[in-house]
């Protein structure tokens, strides 16, 4: 998640120590408030992954890619849900609006996918990054030694044109809600994504994963890890890099609980009966939960 510094002045710092300390693996956006070498510094040796915004200046997006190799980010991961901001009802209702200028840490020549006033469905090209089909894909794969992870697939079809582009995994996300009304619920998709991809792709689910049993039924779904986001950053804002930790230990204790109670000793041991008929997956033949 971007802006982490909007919540709590450690902001990625704090994030990245905790998933250090808690043994988790985590993602760091384009628009985090710290650069991403001060959130590898705050975290040598963590698993990391850098979330990347395409820009309109392709240069500045192979440049991002480059510092992250050098910072020791395991995976790129390419947001493809994002070529431009969805209405955020919610936000506008609210009154919420970021700084003019929030505190960029990655540079301060880095941008927000915006949505230019006089954008209409026809001046895509206003913004050309919100243009690019699949061959950007193929470019980062030659620009980068780095596994590619694409980061809101929730369609077979774009499964299937994702990983034959290159990428390595692919995360079943609608951006938490917060992009396109109307986007189906990551885990009614789930199944459909891991079954177009077969098992060598590795299918990563997020949005309202909350509590043990939502990362069970992900799991056993097929999924083979999920990602979270407002719980996160509920945490930081709370109690910085220990509000986080709390939050990852609740979770984890959620978790062995929940595996318990469906009767599996291990994550490797979950499948679609683990948590009932209600969920078996959405297949062909089946008209789905
Ligand atoms: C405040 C906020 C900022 C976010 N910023 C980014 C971002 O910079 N890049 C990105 O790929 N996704 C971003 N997301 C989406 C999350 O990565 C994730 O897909 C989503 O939050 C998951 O849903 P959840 O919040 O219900 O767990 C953001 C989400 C929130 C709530």
Do not use: C
């Not at 910072?71 to 994002?82: E, N, P």
């Not at 009154?95 to 941008?111: K, L, Y």
Request: no cysteine; aromatic share 4%.
């Amino acid at each position: 998640m971007a802006y982490q510094s909007a919540v709590h002045p450690d902001a990625e710092a704090a994030t990245a120590r905790a998933a250090a300390a808690e043994g988790v693996l985590a993602m760091y956006s384009t628009l985090s408030s710290l650069s991403m070498e001060a959130i590898a510094a705050a975290s040598p040796d963590a698993r990391r992954w850098f979330q990347l915004y395409l820009q309109d200046d392709p240069r500045l997006n192979w440049a991002l890619v480059e510092r992250a190799e050098r910072a020791g980010y395991s995976a790129i991961v390419l947001t493809a849900d994002v070529p431009i901001l969805g209405v955020r009802d919610a936000q506008m209702q609210q009154g919420f609006a970021m700084e003019a200028q929030p505190p960029m840490g990655n540079g301060p020549e880095v941008r927000t996918p915006g949505r230019p006033a006089e954008f209409t469905a026809n001046r895509l090209r206003h913004r050309p990054g919100s243009a690019h089909g699949w061959p950007v894909l193929d470019e980062l794969r030659q620009r980068t030694e780095l596994p590619i992870v694409v980061k809101g697939i929730l369609t077979a079809e774009d499964a299937r044109q994702a990983v034959s582009h290159g990428a390595k995994a692919l995360v079943v996300s609608n951006h938490g809600g917060r992009q396109l009304d109307g986007a189906p619920a990551t885990l009614d998709v789930l199944a459909e994504v891991v079954a177009a991809v077969g098992p060598e792709t590795e299918v990563y689910l997020d949005g309202g994963v909350r509590r043990g049993p939502d990362v069970v039924m992900a799991l056993a779904l097929g999924a083979r890890a999920v990602g979270i986001g407002r719980p996160v950053l509920w945490a930081l804002a709370a109690d910085g890099e220990a509000g986080v930790r709390r939050f990852i230990a609740l979770l984890r204790e959620e978790l062995a609980v929940t595996l318990a109670l469906v009767g599996r000793a291990k994550l490797t041991e979950l499948d679609p009966q683990a948590v009932g008929a209600r969920w078996t997956p959405l297949s062909p033949e089946s008209s789905g939960p």
